[in-house]
């Protein structure tokens, strides 16, 4: 009886030295889907002048009320992050009260905030007399007992959209210095 | 007679280990591989000098491989990135230096939730989309 209860134990220590998670085979690896991304996350303006592009930039970020954490503007760089809500108000009430009812009433797993990140890089073209900027968002969500509960990039077309939309105006805006 | 000791010994031995340890190895991670092995697969040489460009292309590898940046310096030709992966954040820093008059020398290392990423071909991948990206070789250095 003791000589199984060690074999499981020696076994359970074994496993536990033994899980060493390595990161995903194709996570650095560029596919189709990096293209796609790039597009989605891309758009270019008539300009060679970063400098404009990076202002314009920062002022459609500070709209969106990011912070701004980092900034070099010799490789054409802004990194910002909020925290705000996440946008499942209603969701999270009915999770509340189904864990209150038929649950433990433990708040974990339900997700009320999430870190936002984003890294915004402008790339002149001086052959097409062009600057792109491309821009991309990750988030860390958390639950009402501020448990992490997840970690992801946000590829969701409509985000990118509202946010070049923005930016376009900013750009007209500071070109005509209004 | 033996079985007898067995728990009591293991039970005293597991107290043992789980009081004593040094924080020496996760701080330095000089166990796994040598210095020199680590260096090989995480750098790569290119035949140019334009270190600007170079860290631009990092920059623009990184995004395409769905990395949000963290921080960049120019002077220091250093880029740090974070991707999301399976709930896990997948870090990366990568740093670009001249070697000799013609070529840079760029060099990554990555880490994987609270674990190093030891494995060579990660790197490779990575090297390869830049090498694509740069529309230059990434050769292996010595």
Do not use: W
């Not at chain 1, 003791?2 to 996570?27: D, R, S, Y």
């Not at chain 1, 992801?152 to 007209?172: A, H, T």
């Amino acid at each position: 009886m003791h000589m199984k209860k060690f074999f499981i134990l020696v076994l359970a220590t074994g496993f536990l030295i033994g899980c060493q998670p390595a990161p995903a085979p194709k996570a650095m690896q560029s596919g189709p889907t990096s293209l796609k991304l790039r597009q989605l996350q891309s758009k270019k303006f008539d300009t060679l002048d970063e400098a404009v592009m990076l202002t314009a930039s920062m002022e459609v970020l500070q709209d969106m009320g990011f912070m701004i954490s980092e900034a070099e503007s010799k490789l054409g760089v802004i990194v910002a992050t909020k925290q705000r809500e996440t946008d499942n108000r209603a969701q999270r009430v009915a999770l509340i009260a189904l864990s209150i009812f038929a649950g433990d009433g433990s708040l974990r797993g339900i997700e009320q905030s999430h870190n936002i990140r984003v890294s915004l890089v402008t790339i002149p073209d001086k052959s097409k007399k062009n600057t792109t900027v491309r821009i991309n968002f990750q988030r860390q969500v958390f639950d009402m007992e501020g448990n992490m509960v997840k970690m992801e990039s946000l590829n969701e077309p409509l985000l990118y959209q509202g946010f070049f939309s923005k930016l376009s105006k900013s750009v007209f805006l500071e070109a005509h210095e209004i | 007679m033996i079985k007898k000791y067995i728990m009591p010994t293991t039970c005293v031995a597991l107290l043992f280990l789980s009081g004593c340890y040094s924080n020496a190895n996760s701080v330095l991670d000089s166990s796994a591989k040598s210095q020199l092995q680590l260096r090989s697969y995480q750098s790569r040489a290119f035949d140019t000098t334009n270190k600007t460009k170079t860290l631009r292309t990092v920059i623009a590898t990184l995004q395409d491989l769905d990395f949000v940046i963290d921080k960049a310096d120019d002077t220091l030709g250093t880029i740090s990135a974070t991707k999301y992966t399976n709930n896990r954040a997948l870090k990366m820093t990568v740093t670009v230096r001249p070697r000799g008059k013609s070529q840079l020398i760029v060099r990554a290392n990555a880490q994987y939730g609270i674990y190093p990423v030891e494995d060579p071909k990660s790197y490779q991948d990575f090297f390869s989309s830049l090498s694509k990206s740069m529309f230059l070789d990434a050769q292996e250095v010595e």
